[in-house]
Each structure stands twice: as C-alpha cells, then as structure tokens.
C-alpha cells in the first residue's frame, strides 16, 4: 500500500482560503493552527502558509489591542486577482512593443551586411590586420626593458639609490667621527667592530659611472 502523498504549498494555501472564505470571520493564528488540520494541513505549518498568503495580499492582518487578526473575503481576493491580471496585462503589452522594436532594429542592422564577395573580403582582410596587430603587440611586449620611458625610469631609480646610499654613508662617516671623539681609549676595538660589520679601509662614496643620455646613442647608431 503506498504512502499518501502530502499537501503541496499551494494545496495547502487553497486549504487555508478556503477556511475564510466559508466562514468570512477573522481568526487568531492559534485558532488557524487548530482549524488547518481539519483541511489536512498540519499546524506546523499553517503559520508559514498564512504568512505567505499575507505576503500575495491574499490574507490581510491587522493588531488589535495585544492580538493579530487574520481575515481574508472572496471580494478581497477578485480584486487582488484581477489587479495582479491587469498588471500583468500591462507588462504582457509593453513585452510585444519592445519585441517588435527589437525586431525593427535588428532588421535595420542588417542593412548593408548582406553577404557579398566585397564583404567576405572585407572581413578577411580585418582578420588579417587583428592577427598582424596581436603579433605585432607582442612583439613589443619581448621589447619593453628597452622602452625608452623604461630606461629613463630606471636612470631615475637608480639616481635616487645612488643618493640615498651616499647618505648613509656620510652618516657612517659622521658617527665614527662621533665615536673617535667621545671615545679615543677605545679606537682599537673600534676599528674591530667597523672591519666586522664590513667598514674597512677602502668604505667610501659611490661614483656613479658617466651614461651616455639615449639621443646621443640613437644620433650615433647609423
């Protein structure tokens, strides 16, 4: 013997309707959850097939005093239906004309793209120029380290470094003076600690060597 199938959502909204529809009185939930069962919808449920019954305007609620009342009429659900028919009327006819503006333009695009010998050209030659156009693209990628707006970067990069090192270095120079200084018994072990950390005799400035500016090169390239 097979199980007996349930109520689905919109079996159990009718169900529901239809307590207020024979009866046109208003009702507590508590008094909904215990009408539904007698419908075949659990009272488990009712609550959440009456909220959505509210949500369609199928079912008005309204609070009185510390209690909410639940009431729907037949005449209430003929207008709710024949607004939502009307709404949906409109939305049916303002669809067809922009179907037919639709059609209107995509016959108007076509004008002019009739297959020909001259456009199936045309059209292979504008694939020839994209395909020439991507090699080409990357081909210059393979060539960027030596953009010229690249280089002039990097030469401004590089002065920048240049500055700031030679400015730690004069710190250095500074703070070993202030160390010889304040300390002259501890030179020995001074001059330990500066050969340890990579100060040696040779420390000095860094001299950049002369560049050639890149006009001069490209003048002298033949």
């Known amino acids: 013997m097979s199980k007996k199938r349930g109520l689905s959502l919109e079996e159990k909204r009718e169900?529901?309707?239809?307590?207020?529809?024979?009866?046109?009185d208003f009702y507590l939930l508590k008094e909904l959850e215990k009408l539904g069962?007698?419908?075949?919808v659990i009272s488990q449920s009712v609550k959440?097939?009456?909220?959505?019954?509210v949500d369609d305007d199928l079912v008005s609620k309204d609070k009185i005093g510390t209690s909410i009342y639940f009431w729907s009429l037949p005449s209430c659900a003929g207008n709710q239906l024949r607004n939502v028919t009307k709404k949906l009327e409109?939305?049916?006819e303002s669809s067809k004309k922009r179907h037919v503006e639709l059609v209107e333009q995509c016959e108007s695009l076509k004008k002019g793209r009739e297959d020909s010998d001259a456009r199936e050209e045309a059209l292979s030659e504008l694939k020839d120029i994209e395909q020439k156009y991507n090699e080409l693209k990357k081909e210059m990628g393979q060539y960027a380290?030596?953009?010229p707006a690249?280089?002039?970067?990097?030469?401004?990069?590089?002065?920048?470094?240049?500055?700031?090192?030679?400015?730690?270095?004069?710190?250095?120079?500074?703070?070993?003076?202030w160390c010889s200084n304040n300390f002259p018994q501890a030179k020995e072990q001074l001059e330990h600690l500066y050969?340890?950390?990579?100060?040696?005799?040779?420390f000095d400035y860094i001299e950049l060597p002369a560049v050639t500016p890149l006009k001069q090169v490209?003048?002298?390239t033949p």
């Open 37 to 40: 069962p007698k419908k075949g």
């Open 90 to 92: 409109s939305e049916l």
């Open 150 to 177: 690249t280089v002039e970067a990097m030469k401004e990069a590089i002065k920048v470094a240049h500055e700031a090192s030679n400015r730690w270095t004069d710190n250095i120079f500074t703070l070993r003076q």
């Open 145 to 147: 380290d030596n953009d």
């Open 48 to 53: 959440d097939v009456i909220q959505s019954l």
């Open 195 to 202: 050969n340890e950390v990579g100060i040696t005799e040779d």
């Open 15 to 24: 169900k529901m309707l239809q307590i207020f529809y024979d009866s046109q």
């Open 218 to 220: 490209d003048e002298k």
